[in-house]
């Protein structure tokens, strides 16, 4: 699948809070506030990968092996790319449950939120260690709303100061996006992300699956973004949390080697 992306430049005005800083802030020329929207999408895999547990236990065994093959895989593989920013002194967010379909309305928030922490905590089946040098923390609901236009070509709105995770049918056929504003040195502002809500979506996979993405992998791939992290190739890195494709009914919640090697590039371990 091909990655829509887009970087603009626009100039950041700074509020100013007190005399002192105003003084400082009027002898240093204004700040530059960069964007960058990202996007992953459905991948072309349809075939579940993990077998409904009724089945026999020929296939039962045969999807052992394969999540646990699996596993194998996304520890084998170190490969990485970087954004271009990382967030200094933690980041604060917030969740607009409005709109979120009624199969995940009262599941996603927790899925959201571990998604986060595995992202920044570096969850991982390899023997990685962790957590990060990095802090989130979820600040509660909010009637504010990811700042991702709904056209069929996704774009970022205007940064408002606030990161915020909220549910919307976007034109774009992306599973999710996220735009993130920072400054030139590397700090991230703040970053939003919507969840298209036109695709279905779960956080515990259905028996019977089918055209159904996990709230989960999805978010814990859009929070790569948030933190710092790029897209691998999907055909190449295809277990990593950071590959642009996620395939239905698939669900990858921790961290590959490849993740794992970017956010302790990033941020170091405790
Ligand atoms: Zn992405």
């Not at 100039?11 to 964007?35: F, G, H, I, K, M």
């Not at 949390?241 to 590959?256: D, E, F, H, N």
Request: net charge positive; hydrophobic share 35%; with cysteine.
């Amino acid at each position: 699948m091909v990655l829509a992306g887009c970087a603009v430049a626009v100039t950041l005005v700074a509020s100013v809070a007190s005399t002192v800083d105003e003084l400082r802030l009027q002898s240093s020329p204004a700040e530059e506030l960069l964007v960058d929207m990202d996007a992953v999408y459905p991948g072309d895999r349809t075939a579940s990968q993990v077998e409904p547990d009724t089945r026999t236990s020929a296939k039962a065994k045969r999807s052992r092996a394969l999540t646990s093959s699996a596993a194998r895989a996304q520890c084998r593989d170190s490969a990485y790319a970087l954004a271009g920013w990382r967030v200094k002194g933690g980041l604060n967010w917030y969740y607009n449950p409005s709109g979120a379909p009624s199969a995940v309305s009262r599941s996603a928030l927790a899925a959201v939120r571990s998604a986060a922490q595995s992202m920044a905590t570096g969850q991982n089946e390899c023997r990685l260690p962790g957590p990060f040098k990095v802090a989130q923390k979820y600040g509660g609901t909010t009637k504010r709303t990811a700042a991702v236009s709904s056209a069929s070509t996704a774009a970022c709105g205007r940064e408002d100061g606030y990161s915020v995770v909220s549910w919307k049918r976007l034109g774009s056929t992306a599973l999710a996006v996220t735009c993130t504003w920072w400054t030139r040195s590397g700090g991230v502002v703040s970053s939003d992300i919507v969840i298209n809500t036109r695709y279905r979506w779960f956080t515990t996979q259905p028996s019977r699956c089918a055209s159904t993405y996990d709230v989960r992998s999805v978010m814990t791939h859009e929070w790569g973004h948030t933190f710092g992290l790029n897209h691998v190739s999907p055909a190449r890195h295809g277990t990593q949390v950071m590959a642009s494709t996620i395939p239905a009914c698939s669900s990858t919640r921790t961290l590959g080697a490849g993740d794992h090697n970017a956010m302790r590039k990033l941020y170091g371990v405790r």
